[in-house]
Structure formats: structure tokens, C-alpha cells
């Protein structure tokens, strides 16, 4: 029986915080004073060991709150509000789409009922909840990582402590057997994806530039849609994307074909495009408006013209890897591939190409070097 007023005070904390977040089936079969193995012996014995019948220190009862508040169950609106700042931090807008139907998953699992807290363990389930969702590797990680995010921010803003926030952190990924390496388009299948273009219409004028920019400049979709009618200008004789913002913040300059340069000047010469974004919504009887379209709208434009040749699951991001393999294979070297793409690593690169290490047709065999013929008459004698 506690006597002391302090630690019964303390107590009641304590149970009150706890007791009403347990099940009804727990709090039946567990009294108070064992919910989350907290017992009452060590601070009742400190308390009547002193045989003074005044209260604990002060930081005695903060750090029983403080741990007492570690277990409590963030709210919806505290959830909310560190979502919002983690998908402000993030600069690009594939990554805030992720990250936000990651963390709205979370979200509607973490209160689908009654949780001790937000803490390693529950994350480590919820990790085995996603396995048995069957998702990939990748996938789950993704997931992993914008909930450490949530967690970093939530623990920012005092709700959760530091302490709580790097046990989630240490929380490990699930381990990736292997590597998707994506689909590649040959050079006769990506000329026969062009010509399935009809470009008799307005809207067919505009798909056939926008393929013509992700086979040929390797453009990403998001870039595709933003791109502006005065980034298109003239360096050193040769027409270029100038000042594309690429992922990660990274701005580069884009060569532009001649090709596809065309394909881009039909667009905007039949639709009077003369500032602002290049690409324009179509209505159904043809005529352009002035809203610039979505990444859905290239998403579906490469999906219908790639059923047109009988290709299935072709997305846009796979004319980006058929544009660095061409050039690799029309002999581009590798560091201005990477430019071209705006790779922050040459490995990426590497990956994107698909390049193996070809032992028939080895790089160093290219060059010759005759040996000396005293270097013949020497290991000779030692022979």
C-alpha cells in the first residue's frame, strides 16, 4: 500500500493514462498496477526507505510522466500535422505521392484499434502486415521509410520522444533477393511506337511530341509536363532544355534531336502555343485549351500506343531506359548519358543502360601493345 502522497499521485497517473487504453478483455484479466510490467515496489520502496512523508523531488515525478507519456497513443490531428510537414520537406512530387499513401496507410492501420503507443514494436508489426499483403521488397521499404519520417517529425514536435524515435529508426527493412531492371524497347520497336502515332489531329500531334521527348531527350514524365515554351533555346548551334529541374533539385541542360525538335514545332505551330508550358490539354472535338496537362495523360498516351504494336506493360519511365540504352549502344559514352539523364551517380546510369560485362568482346582487347623483343629473349632465359 503506498503511503506516500507523491508516489500514489504518481500511481494514478500512471493507471489513469494506461488502464483506458488497454481492451476491455486486458483490463479484465490484468489489474492496473501490472498493465505494461510498471510496478509500484521500486518507487514505494524508495519513498518509504527515506521514511519522510513528504513528496519525491520534482524530476523524480517529470520522469515517470515523461515515460509515462512515451506509451500514450498519438492522436489523428498530431498525425495529420506530421504528415503535412513531411511531404512539405520533400521536393519532388513522385516522392510526396508516395509518401503521402504511405504514411495514409499507416495512418488508418495505426487506428484501426487500440495501440500502447507509437514505438518500435508496433512498427516492427506493421511491417509483418505489409508482408502479408504480398507487396515487393521495394515497396515495403518505401513504406518503412516515410513512417521513420513521420517519426523524426513527430518527435520534432514533442510528441513522441527521442528515444521512441531512433527505436523506430532501427527498424530494418525487408532484404531485396534481386533487382528489377525494367523493360527496354529495341531501336525498330521504338521507330515502329512513333509511327503509331497518328498525327493528324491536334492531340495526336501533341502525344507524338511528347514520345518523341521520352525516347529521345529521356525525359520523365513529371519533367515532360512541366516543361516551358522559353526553356527551349539555341547553345553552341544545337537546341537544348535548358534549366530542367530534375530530381533531387538537380538542374541540367538537355540536348534536344533534331527529330524530335520537329515533332515539338508541329505541335506548337498548329496550336499557337507562344508562352507558358508546352503541352496543353485537348478537348474531344480538338480544340486546345489552356490548361497544361498531367502526368496521366502521358501515362495512358504510351500505354494506348503501345498496345497499338502489341507491347504490353510499357510505361513512360521505360522510354527513359530505351533512350540511355540507344545512346550507349549508338556508341554514347556513359558520362554523358549520365548527364543527359541527370543521374547523380554513374551506377544508376549503369543500371538504366542494362550494361553487363561482355568477356568475348572485352574492352581491353581493343587496343594492342607489342611486347619488346627483349622482353621475349628475357623470359626466355628464365624459362
Not at 527513359?320 to 551517380?345: D, K, M, N, P
Request: charged letters at 25%; proline letters at 3%; a positive charge.
Amino acid at each position: 500500500m503506498c503511503v506516500a502522497k507523491g508516489c500514489r499521485d504518481a500511481h494514478i497517473i500512471v493507471d489513469n493514462i494506461l488502464y483506458r487504453q488497454r481492451p476491455l478483455v486486458l483490463r479484465a484479466q490484468q489489474p492496473r498496477s501490472r498493465i505494461l510490467g510498471i510496478s509500484r515496489c521500486d518507487l514505494c520502496t524508495r519513498n518509504m526507505g527515506k521514511r519522510s512523508k513528504e513528496p519525491p523531488p520534482m524530476s523524480s515525478q517529470k520522469q515517470l510522466c515523461k515515460s509515462a507519456s512515451c506509451f500514450a497513443s498519438l492522436t489523428v490531428p498530431e498525425l495529420e500535422q506530421s504528415k503535412t510537414t513531411v511531404l512539405n520537406m520533400l521536393a519532388s512530387a513522385h516522392s510526396r505521392r508516395s509518401y503521402k499513401h504511405a504514411i495514409e496507410k499507416f495512418i488508418a492501420w495505426y487506428c484501426s484499434e487500440p495501440r500502447l503507443g507509437f514505438n518500435r514494436s508496433v512498427v516492427v508489426r506493421y511491417r509483418s502486415f505489409l508482408e502479408g499483403l504480398s507487396l515487393s521488397a521495394a515497396t515495403i521499404n518505401l513504406h518503412l521509410s516515410a513512417i521513420r519520417r513521420l517519426a523524426d517529425e513527430t518527435a520534432e514536435s514533442g510528441w513522441l520522444s527521442a528515444e521512441l524515435a531512433i527505436g523506430i529508426r532501427r527498424v530494418k527493412g525487408v532484404k531485396r533477393l534481386g533487382r528489377r531492371i525494367g523493360n527496354w524497347l529495341t531501336a525498330d520497336q521504338a521507330q515502329e511506337l512513333l509511327n503509331a502515332v497518328s498525327q493528324g489531329t491536334p492531340r495526336g500531334r501533341r502525344d507524338a511530341a511528347v514520345i518523341g521527348l521520352l525516347l529521345g531527350c529521356g525525359l520523365r514524365r513529371s519533367e515532360t509536363v512541366k516543361l516551358r515554351l522559353d526553356q527551349l533555346q539555341l547553345r553552341e548551334s544545337h537546341w537544348v532544355i535548358v534549366d530542367m529541374v530534375g530530381k533531387g533539385g538537380r538542374l541540367r541542360r538537355i540536348p534536344v534531336p533534331a527529330w524530335c525538335k520537329g515533332l515539338i514545332d508541329a505541335w506548337i505551330r498548329d496550336t499557337g502555343v507562344t508562352e507558358g508550358k508546352v503541352f496543353r490539354r485537348v478537348s474531344k472535338n480538338g480544340t486546345r485549351q489552356d490548361e497544361g496537362v498531367t502526368t496521366d495523360v502521358v501515362w495512358y498516351a504510351v500505354k494506348r500506343y503501345a498496345k497499338r504494336i502489341g507491347i504490353e506493360h510499357l510505361a513512360p519511365h521505360d522510354l527513359r531506359r530505351t533512350c540511355a540504352r540507344l545512346c550507349h549502344e549508338a556508341g554514347g559514352e556513359l558520362e554523358q548519358i549520365q548527364f543527359l539523364l541527370g543521374h547523380a551517380s554513374v551506377q544508376t546510369t549503369e543500371r538504366y543502360i542494362g550494361c553487363r560485362q561482355s568477356l568475348r568482346e572485352a574492352v581491353n582487347d581493343r587496343f594492342r601493345i607489342s611486347p619488346s623483343n627483349k622482353l621475349h629473349t628475357k623470359s626466355r632465359i628464365v624459362a
